[in-house]
């Protein structure tokens, strides 16, 4: 029987005292109620009273961040907008307050960040530290981003474009209307509304073409006619047709004039100034309005032609 009972007591931890001396009902019994109390008030229950004020001081921690994130999201907010709200006051141009807004999102989101660490414990020098550690090792991995960043930089200083100009890329012949200048890219919208995305350490570092700098551009182009046409006739064409365009600017001067004699026509052109604004549709218009009166006027426009002759067989 006491061997059974030592058999059956073997796992009972060993907290609970004189289970080797185990003769009776009775002494079962008090080794139960020894247990009992060890359970009661043993280590279990102290290391979750220990636990306690950590876990509750942990429970509100995060409660208050939280709350700090809430009520940090919407002061960011707030900035933001008084700050986008005061460049619009001030007429600041929109690329300058694209490139601000950026830039001002990211200390703002990353001083939150040291604010809800600060709330866990973490001492403001240590996250310096860190932050610092991490910025240099940032800085190191991602050079073509700083560059595009100082890019931007000088964008904005030096003003080649500005938001809503028309350029061309020299490098990789990208083209379009400016849409916005971030911190690292500047974003074109193509004639065909298509998205281009150039960094700006691209657009800081190589030529490239303003097209819609100046208010008004020249429209500079060539017709050729035939050596057979009458070449006074046709310039006297041209002429009347840049004198009557209404949309030419008057008190800029205009020309019409022999440009090159070709190897199969006489090549005339024509210059004269247009608003920016209208240059495509005036270009376009002109290029018909060519073609129509030289047809009513006899000349001709010539055109590369290959003529085959079939030679007769010898018999």
Same mark, same amino acid.
């Given at each position: 029987?006491?061997?059974?009972?030592?058999?059956?007591?073997?796992?009972?931890?060993?907290?609970?005292?004189?289970?080797?001396?185990?003769? /009776?009902?009775?002494?079962?019994?008090?080794?139960?109620?020894?247990?009992?109390?060890?359970?009661?008030?043993?280590?279990? %229950?102290?290391? =979750?009273?220990?636990?306690?004020? $950590?876990?509750?001081?942990?429970?509100?921690?995060?409660?208050?961040?939280?709350?700090?994130?809430?009520?940090?999201?919407?002061?960011?907010?707030?900035?933001?907008?008084?700050?986008?709200?005061?460049?619009?006051?001030?007429?600041?141009?929109?690329?300058? @307050?694209?490139?601000?807004?950026?830039?001002?999102?990211?200390?703002?989101?990353?001083?939150?960040?040291?604010?809800?660490?600060?709330?866990?414990?973490?001492?403001?020098?240590?996250?310096?530290?860190?932050?610092? $550690?991490?910025?240099?090792?940032?800085?190191?991995?991602?050079?073509?981003?700083?560059?595009?960043?100082?890019?931007?930089?000088? =964008?904005?200083?030096?003003?080649?474009?500005?938001?809503?100009?028309?350029?061309?890329?020299?490098?990789?012949?990208?083209?379009?209307?400016? %849409?916005?200048?971030?911190?690292?890219?500047?974003?074109?919208?193509?004639?065909?509304? @298509?998205?281009?995305?150039?960094?700006?350490?691209?657009?800081?570092?190589? $030529?490239?073409?303003?097209?819609?700098?100046?208010?008004? @551009?020249?429209?500079?182009?060539?017709?050729?006619?035939?050596?057979?046409?009458?070449?006074?006739?046709?310039?006297?064409?041209?002429?009347?047709?840049?004198?009557?365009?209404?949309?030419?600017?008057?008190?800029?001067?205009?020309?019409?004039?022999?440009?090159?004699?070709?190897?199969? /026509?006489?090549?005339?052109?024509?210059?004269?100034?247009?608003?920016? $604004?209208?240059?495509?549709?005036?270009?376009?218009?002109?290029?018909?309005?060519?073609?129509?009166?030289?047809?009513?006027?006899?000349?001709?426009?010539?055109?590369? %032609?290959?003529?085959?002759?079939?030679?007769?067989?010898?018999?």
């Amino acid at each position: 029987m006491v061997s059974s009972m030592t058999f059956l007591t073997a796992d009972v931890p060993a907290t609970i005292e004189n289970m080797k001396d185990i003769s /009776s009902t009775e002494d079962l019994k008090d080794i139960a109620e020894t247990a009992t109390t060890d359970i009661k008030t043993g280590a279990f %229950q102290k290391w =979750i009273e220990g636990m306690m004020p $950590s876990a509750l001081s942990f429970f509100w921690s995060v409660v208050i961040a939280l709350i700090a994130w809430f009520i940090g999201v919407r002061i960011i907010h707030l900035v933001r907008g008084i700050v986008r709200r005061s460049f619009i006051r001030h007429e600041v141009e929109e690329g300058v @307050r694209t490139f601000v807004d950026s830039l001002l999102r990211i200390v703002l989101y990353l001083s939150l960040i040291i604010v809800i660490l600060n709330i866990f414990g973490f001492e403001t020098t240590s996250v310096s530290a860190a932050v610092a $550690s991490l910025g240099v090792t940032i800085g190191l991995a991602m050079q073509g981003s700083l560059s595009n960043f100082a890019g931007g930089v000088l =964008i904005l200083v030096l003003h080649p474009f500005r938001v809503g100009d028309y350029i061309v890329e020299d490098s990789h012949g990208n083209e379009g209307t400016v %849409q916005s200048i971030s911190i690292f890219y500047t974003k074109l919208v193509t004639l065909d509304n @298509r998205v281009v995305v150039i960094p700006n350490g691209t657009l800081a570092n190589s $030529s490239l073409t303003n097209v819609t700098e100046c208010d008004f @551009r020249m429209i500079d182009l060539t017709v050729g006619i035939a050596y057979s046409a009458d070449l006074r006739k046709a310039k006297e064409i041209l002429s009347k047709l840049v004198e009557e365009e209404e949309g030419r600017i008057a008190d800029k001067p205009s020309s019409v004039f022999v440009r090159e004699l070709n190897s199969s /026509s006489v090549d005339l052109g024509y210059r004269f100034y247009v608003k920016m $604004s209208d240059y495509w549709k005036i270009r376009w218009d002109m290029n018909e309005k060519i073609k129509l009166a030289f047809d009513e006027a006899g000349i001709e426009i010539p055109f590369p %032609q290959l003529t085959i002759h079939n030679g007769d067989s010898a018999e």
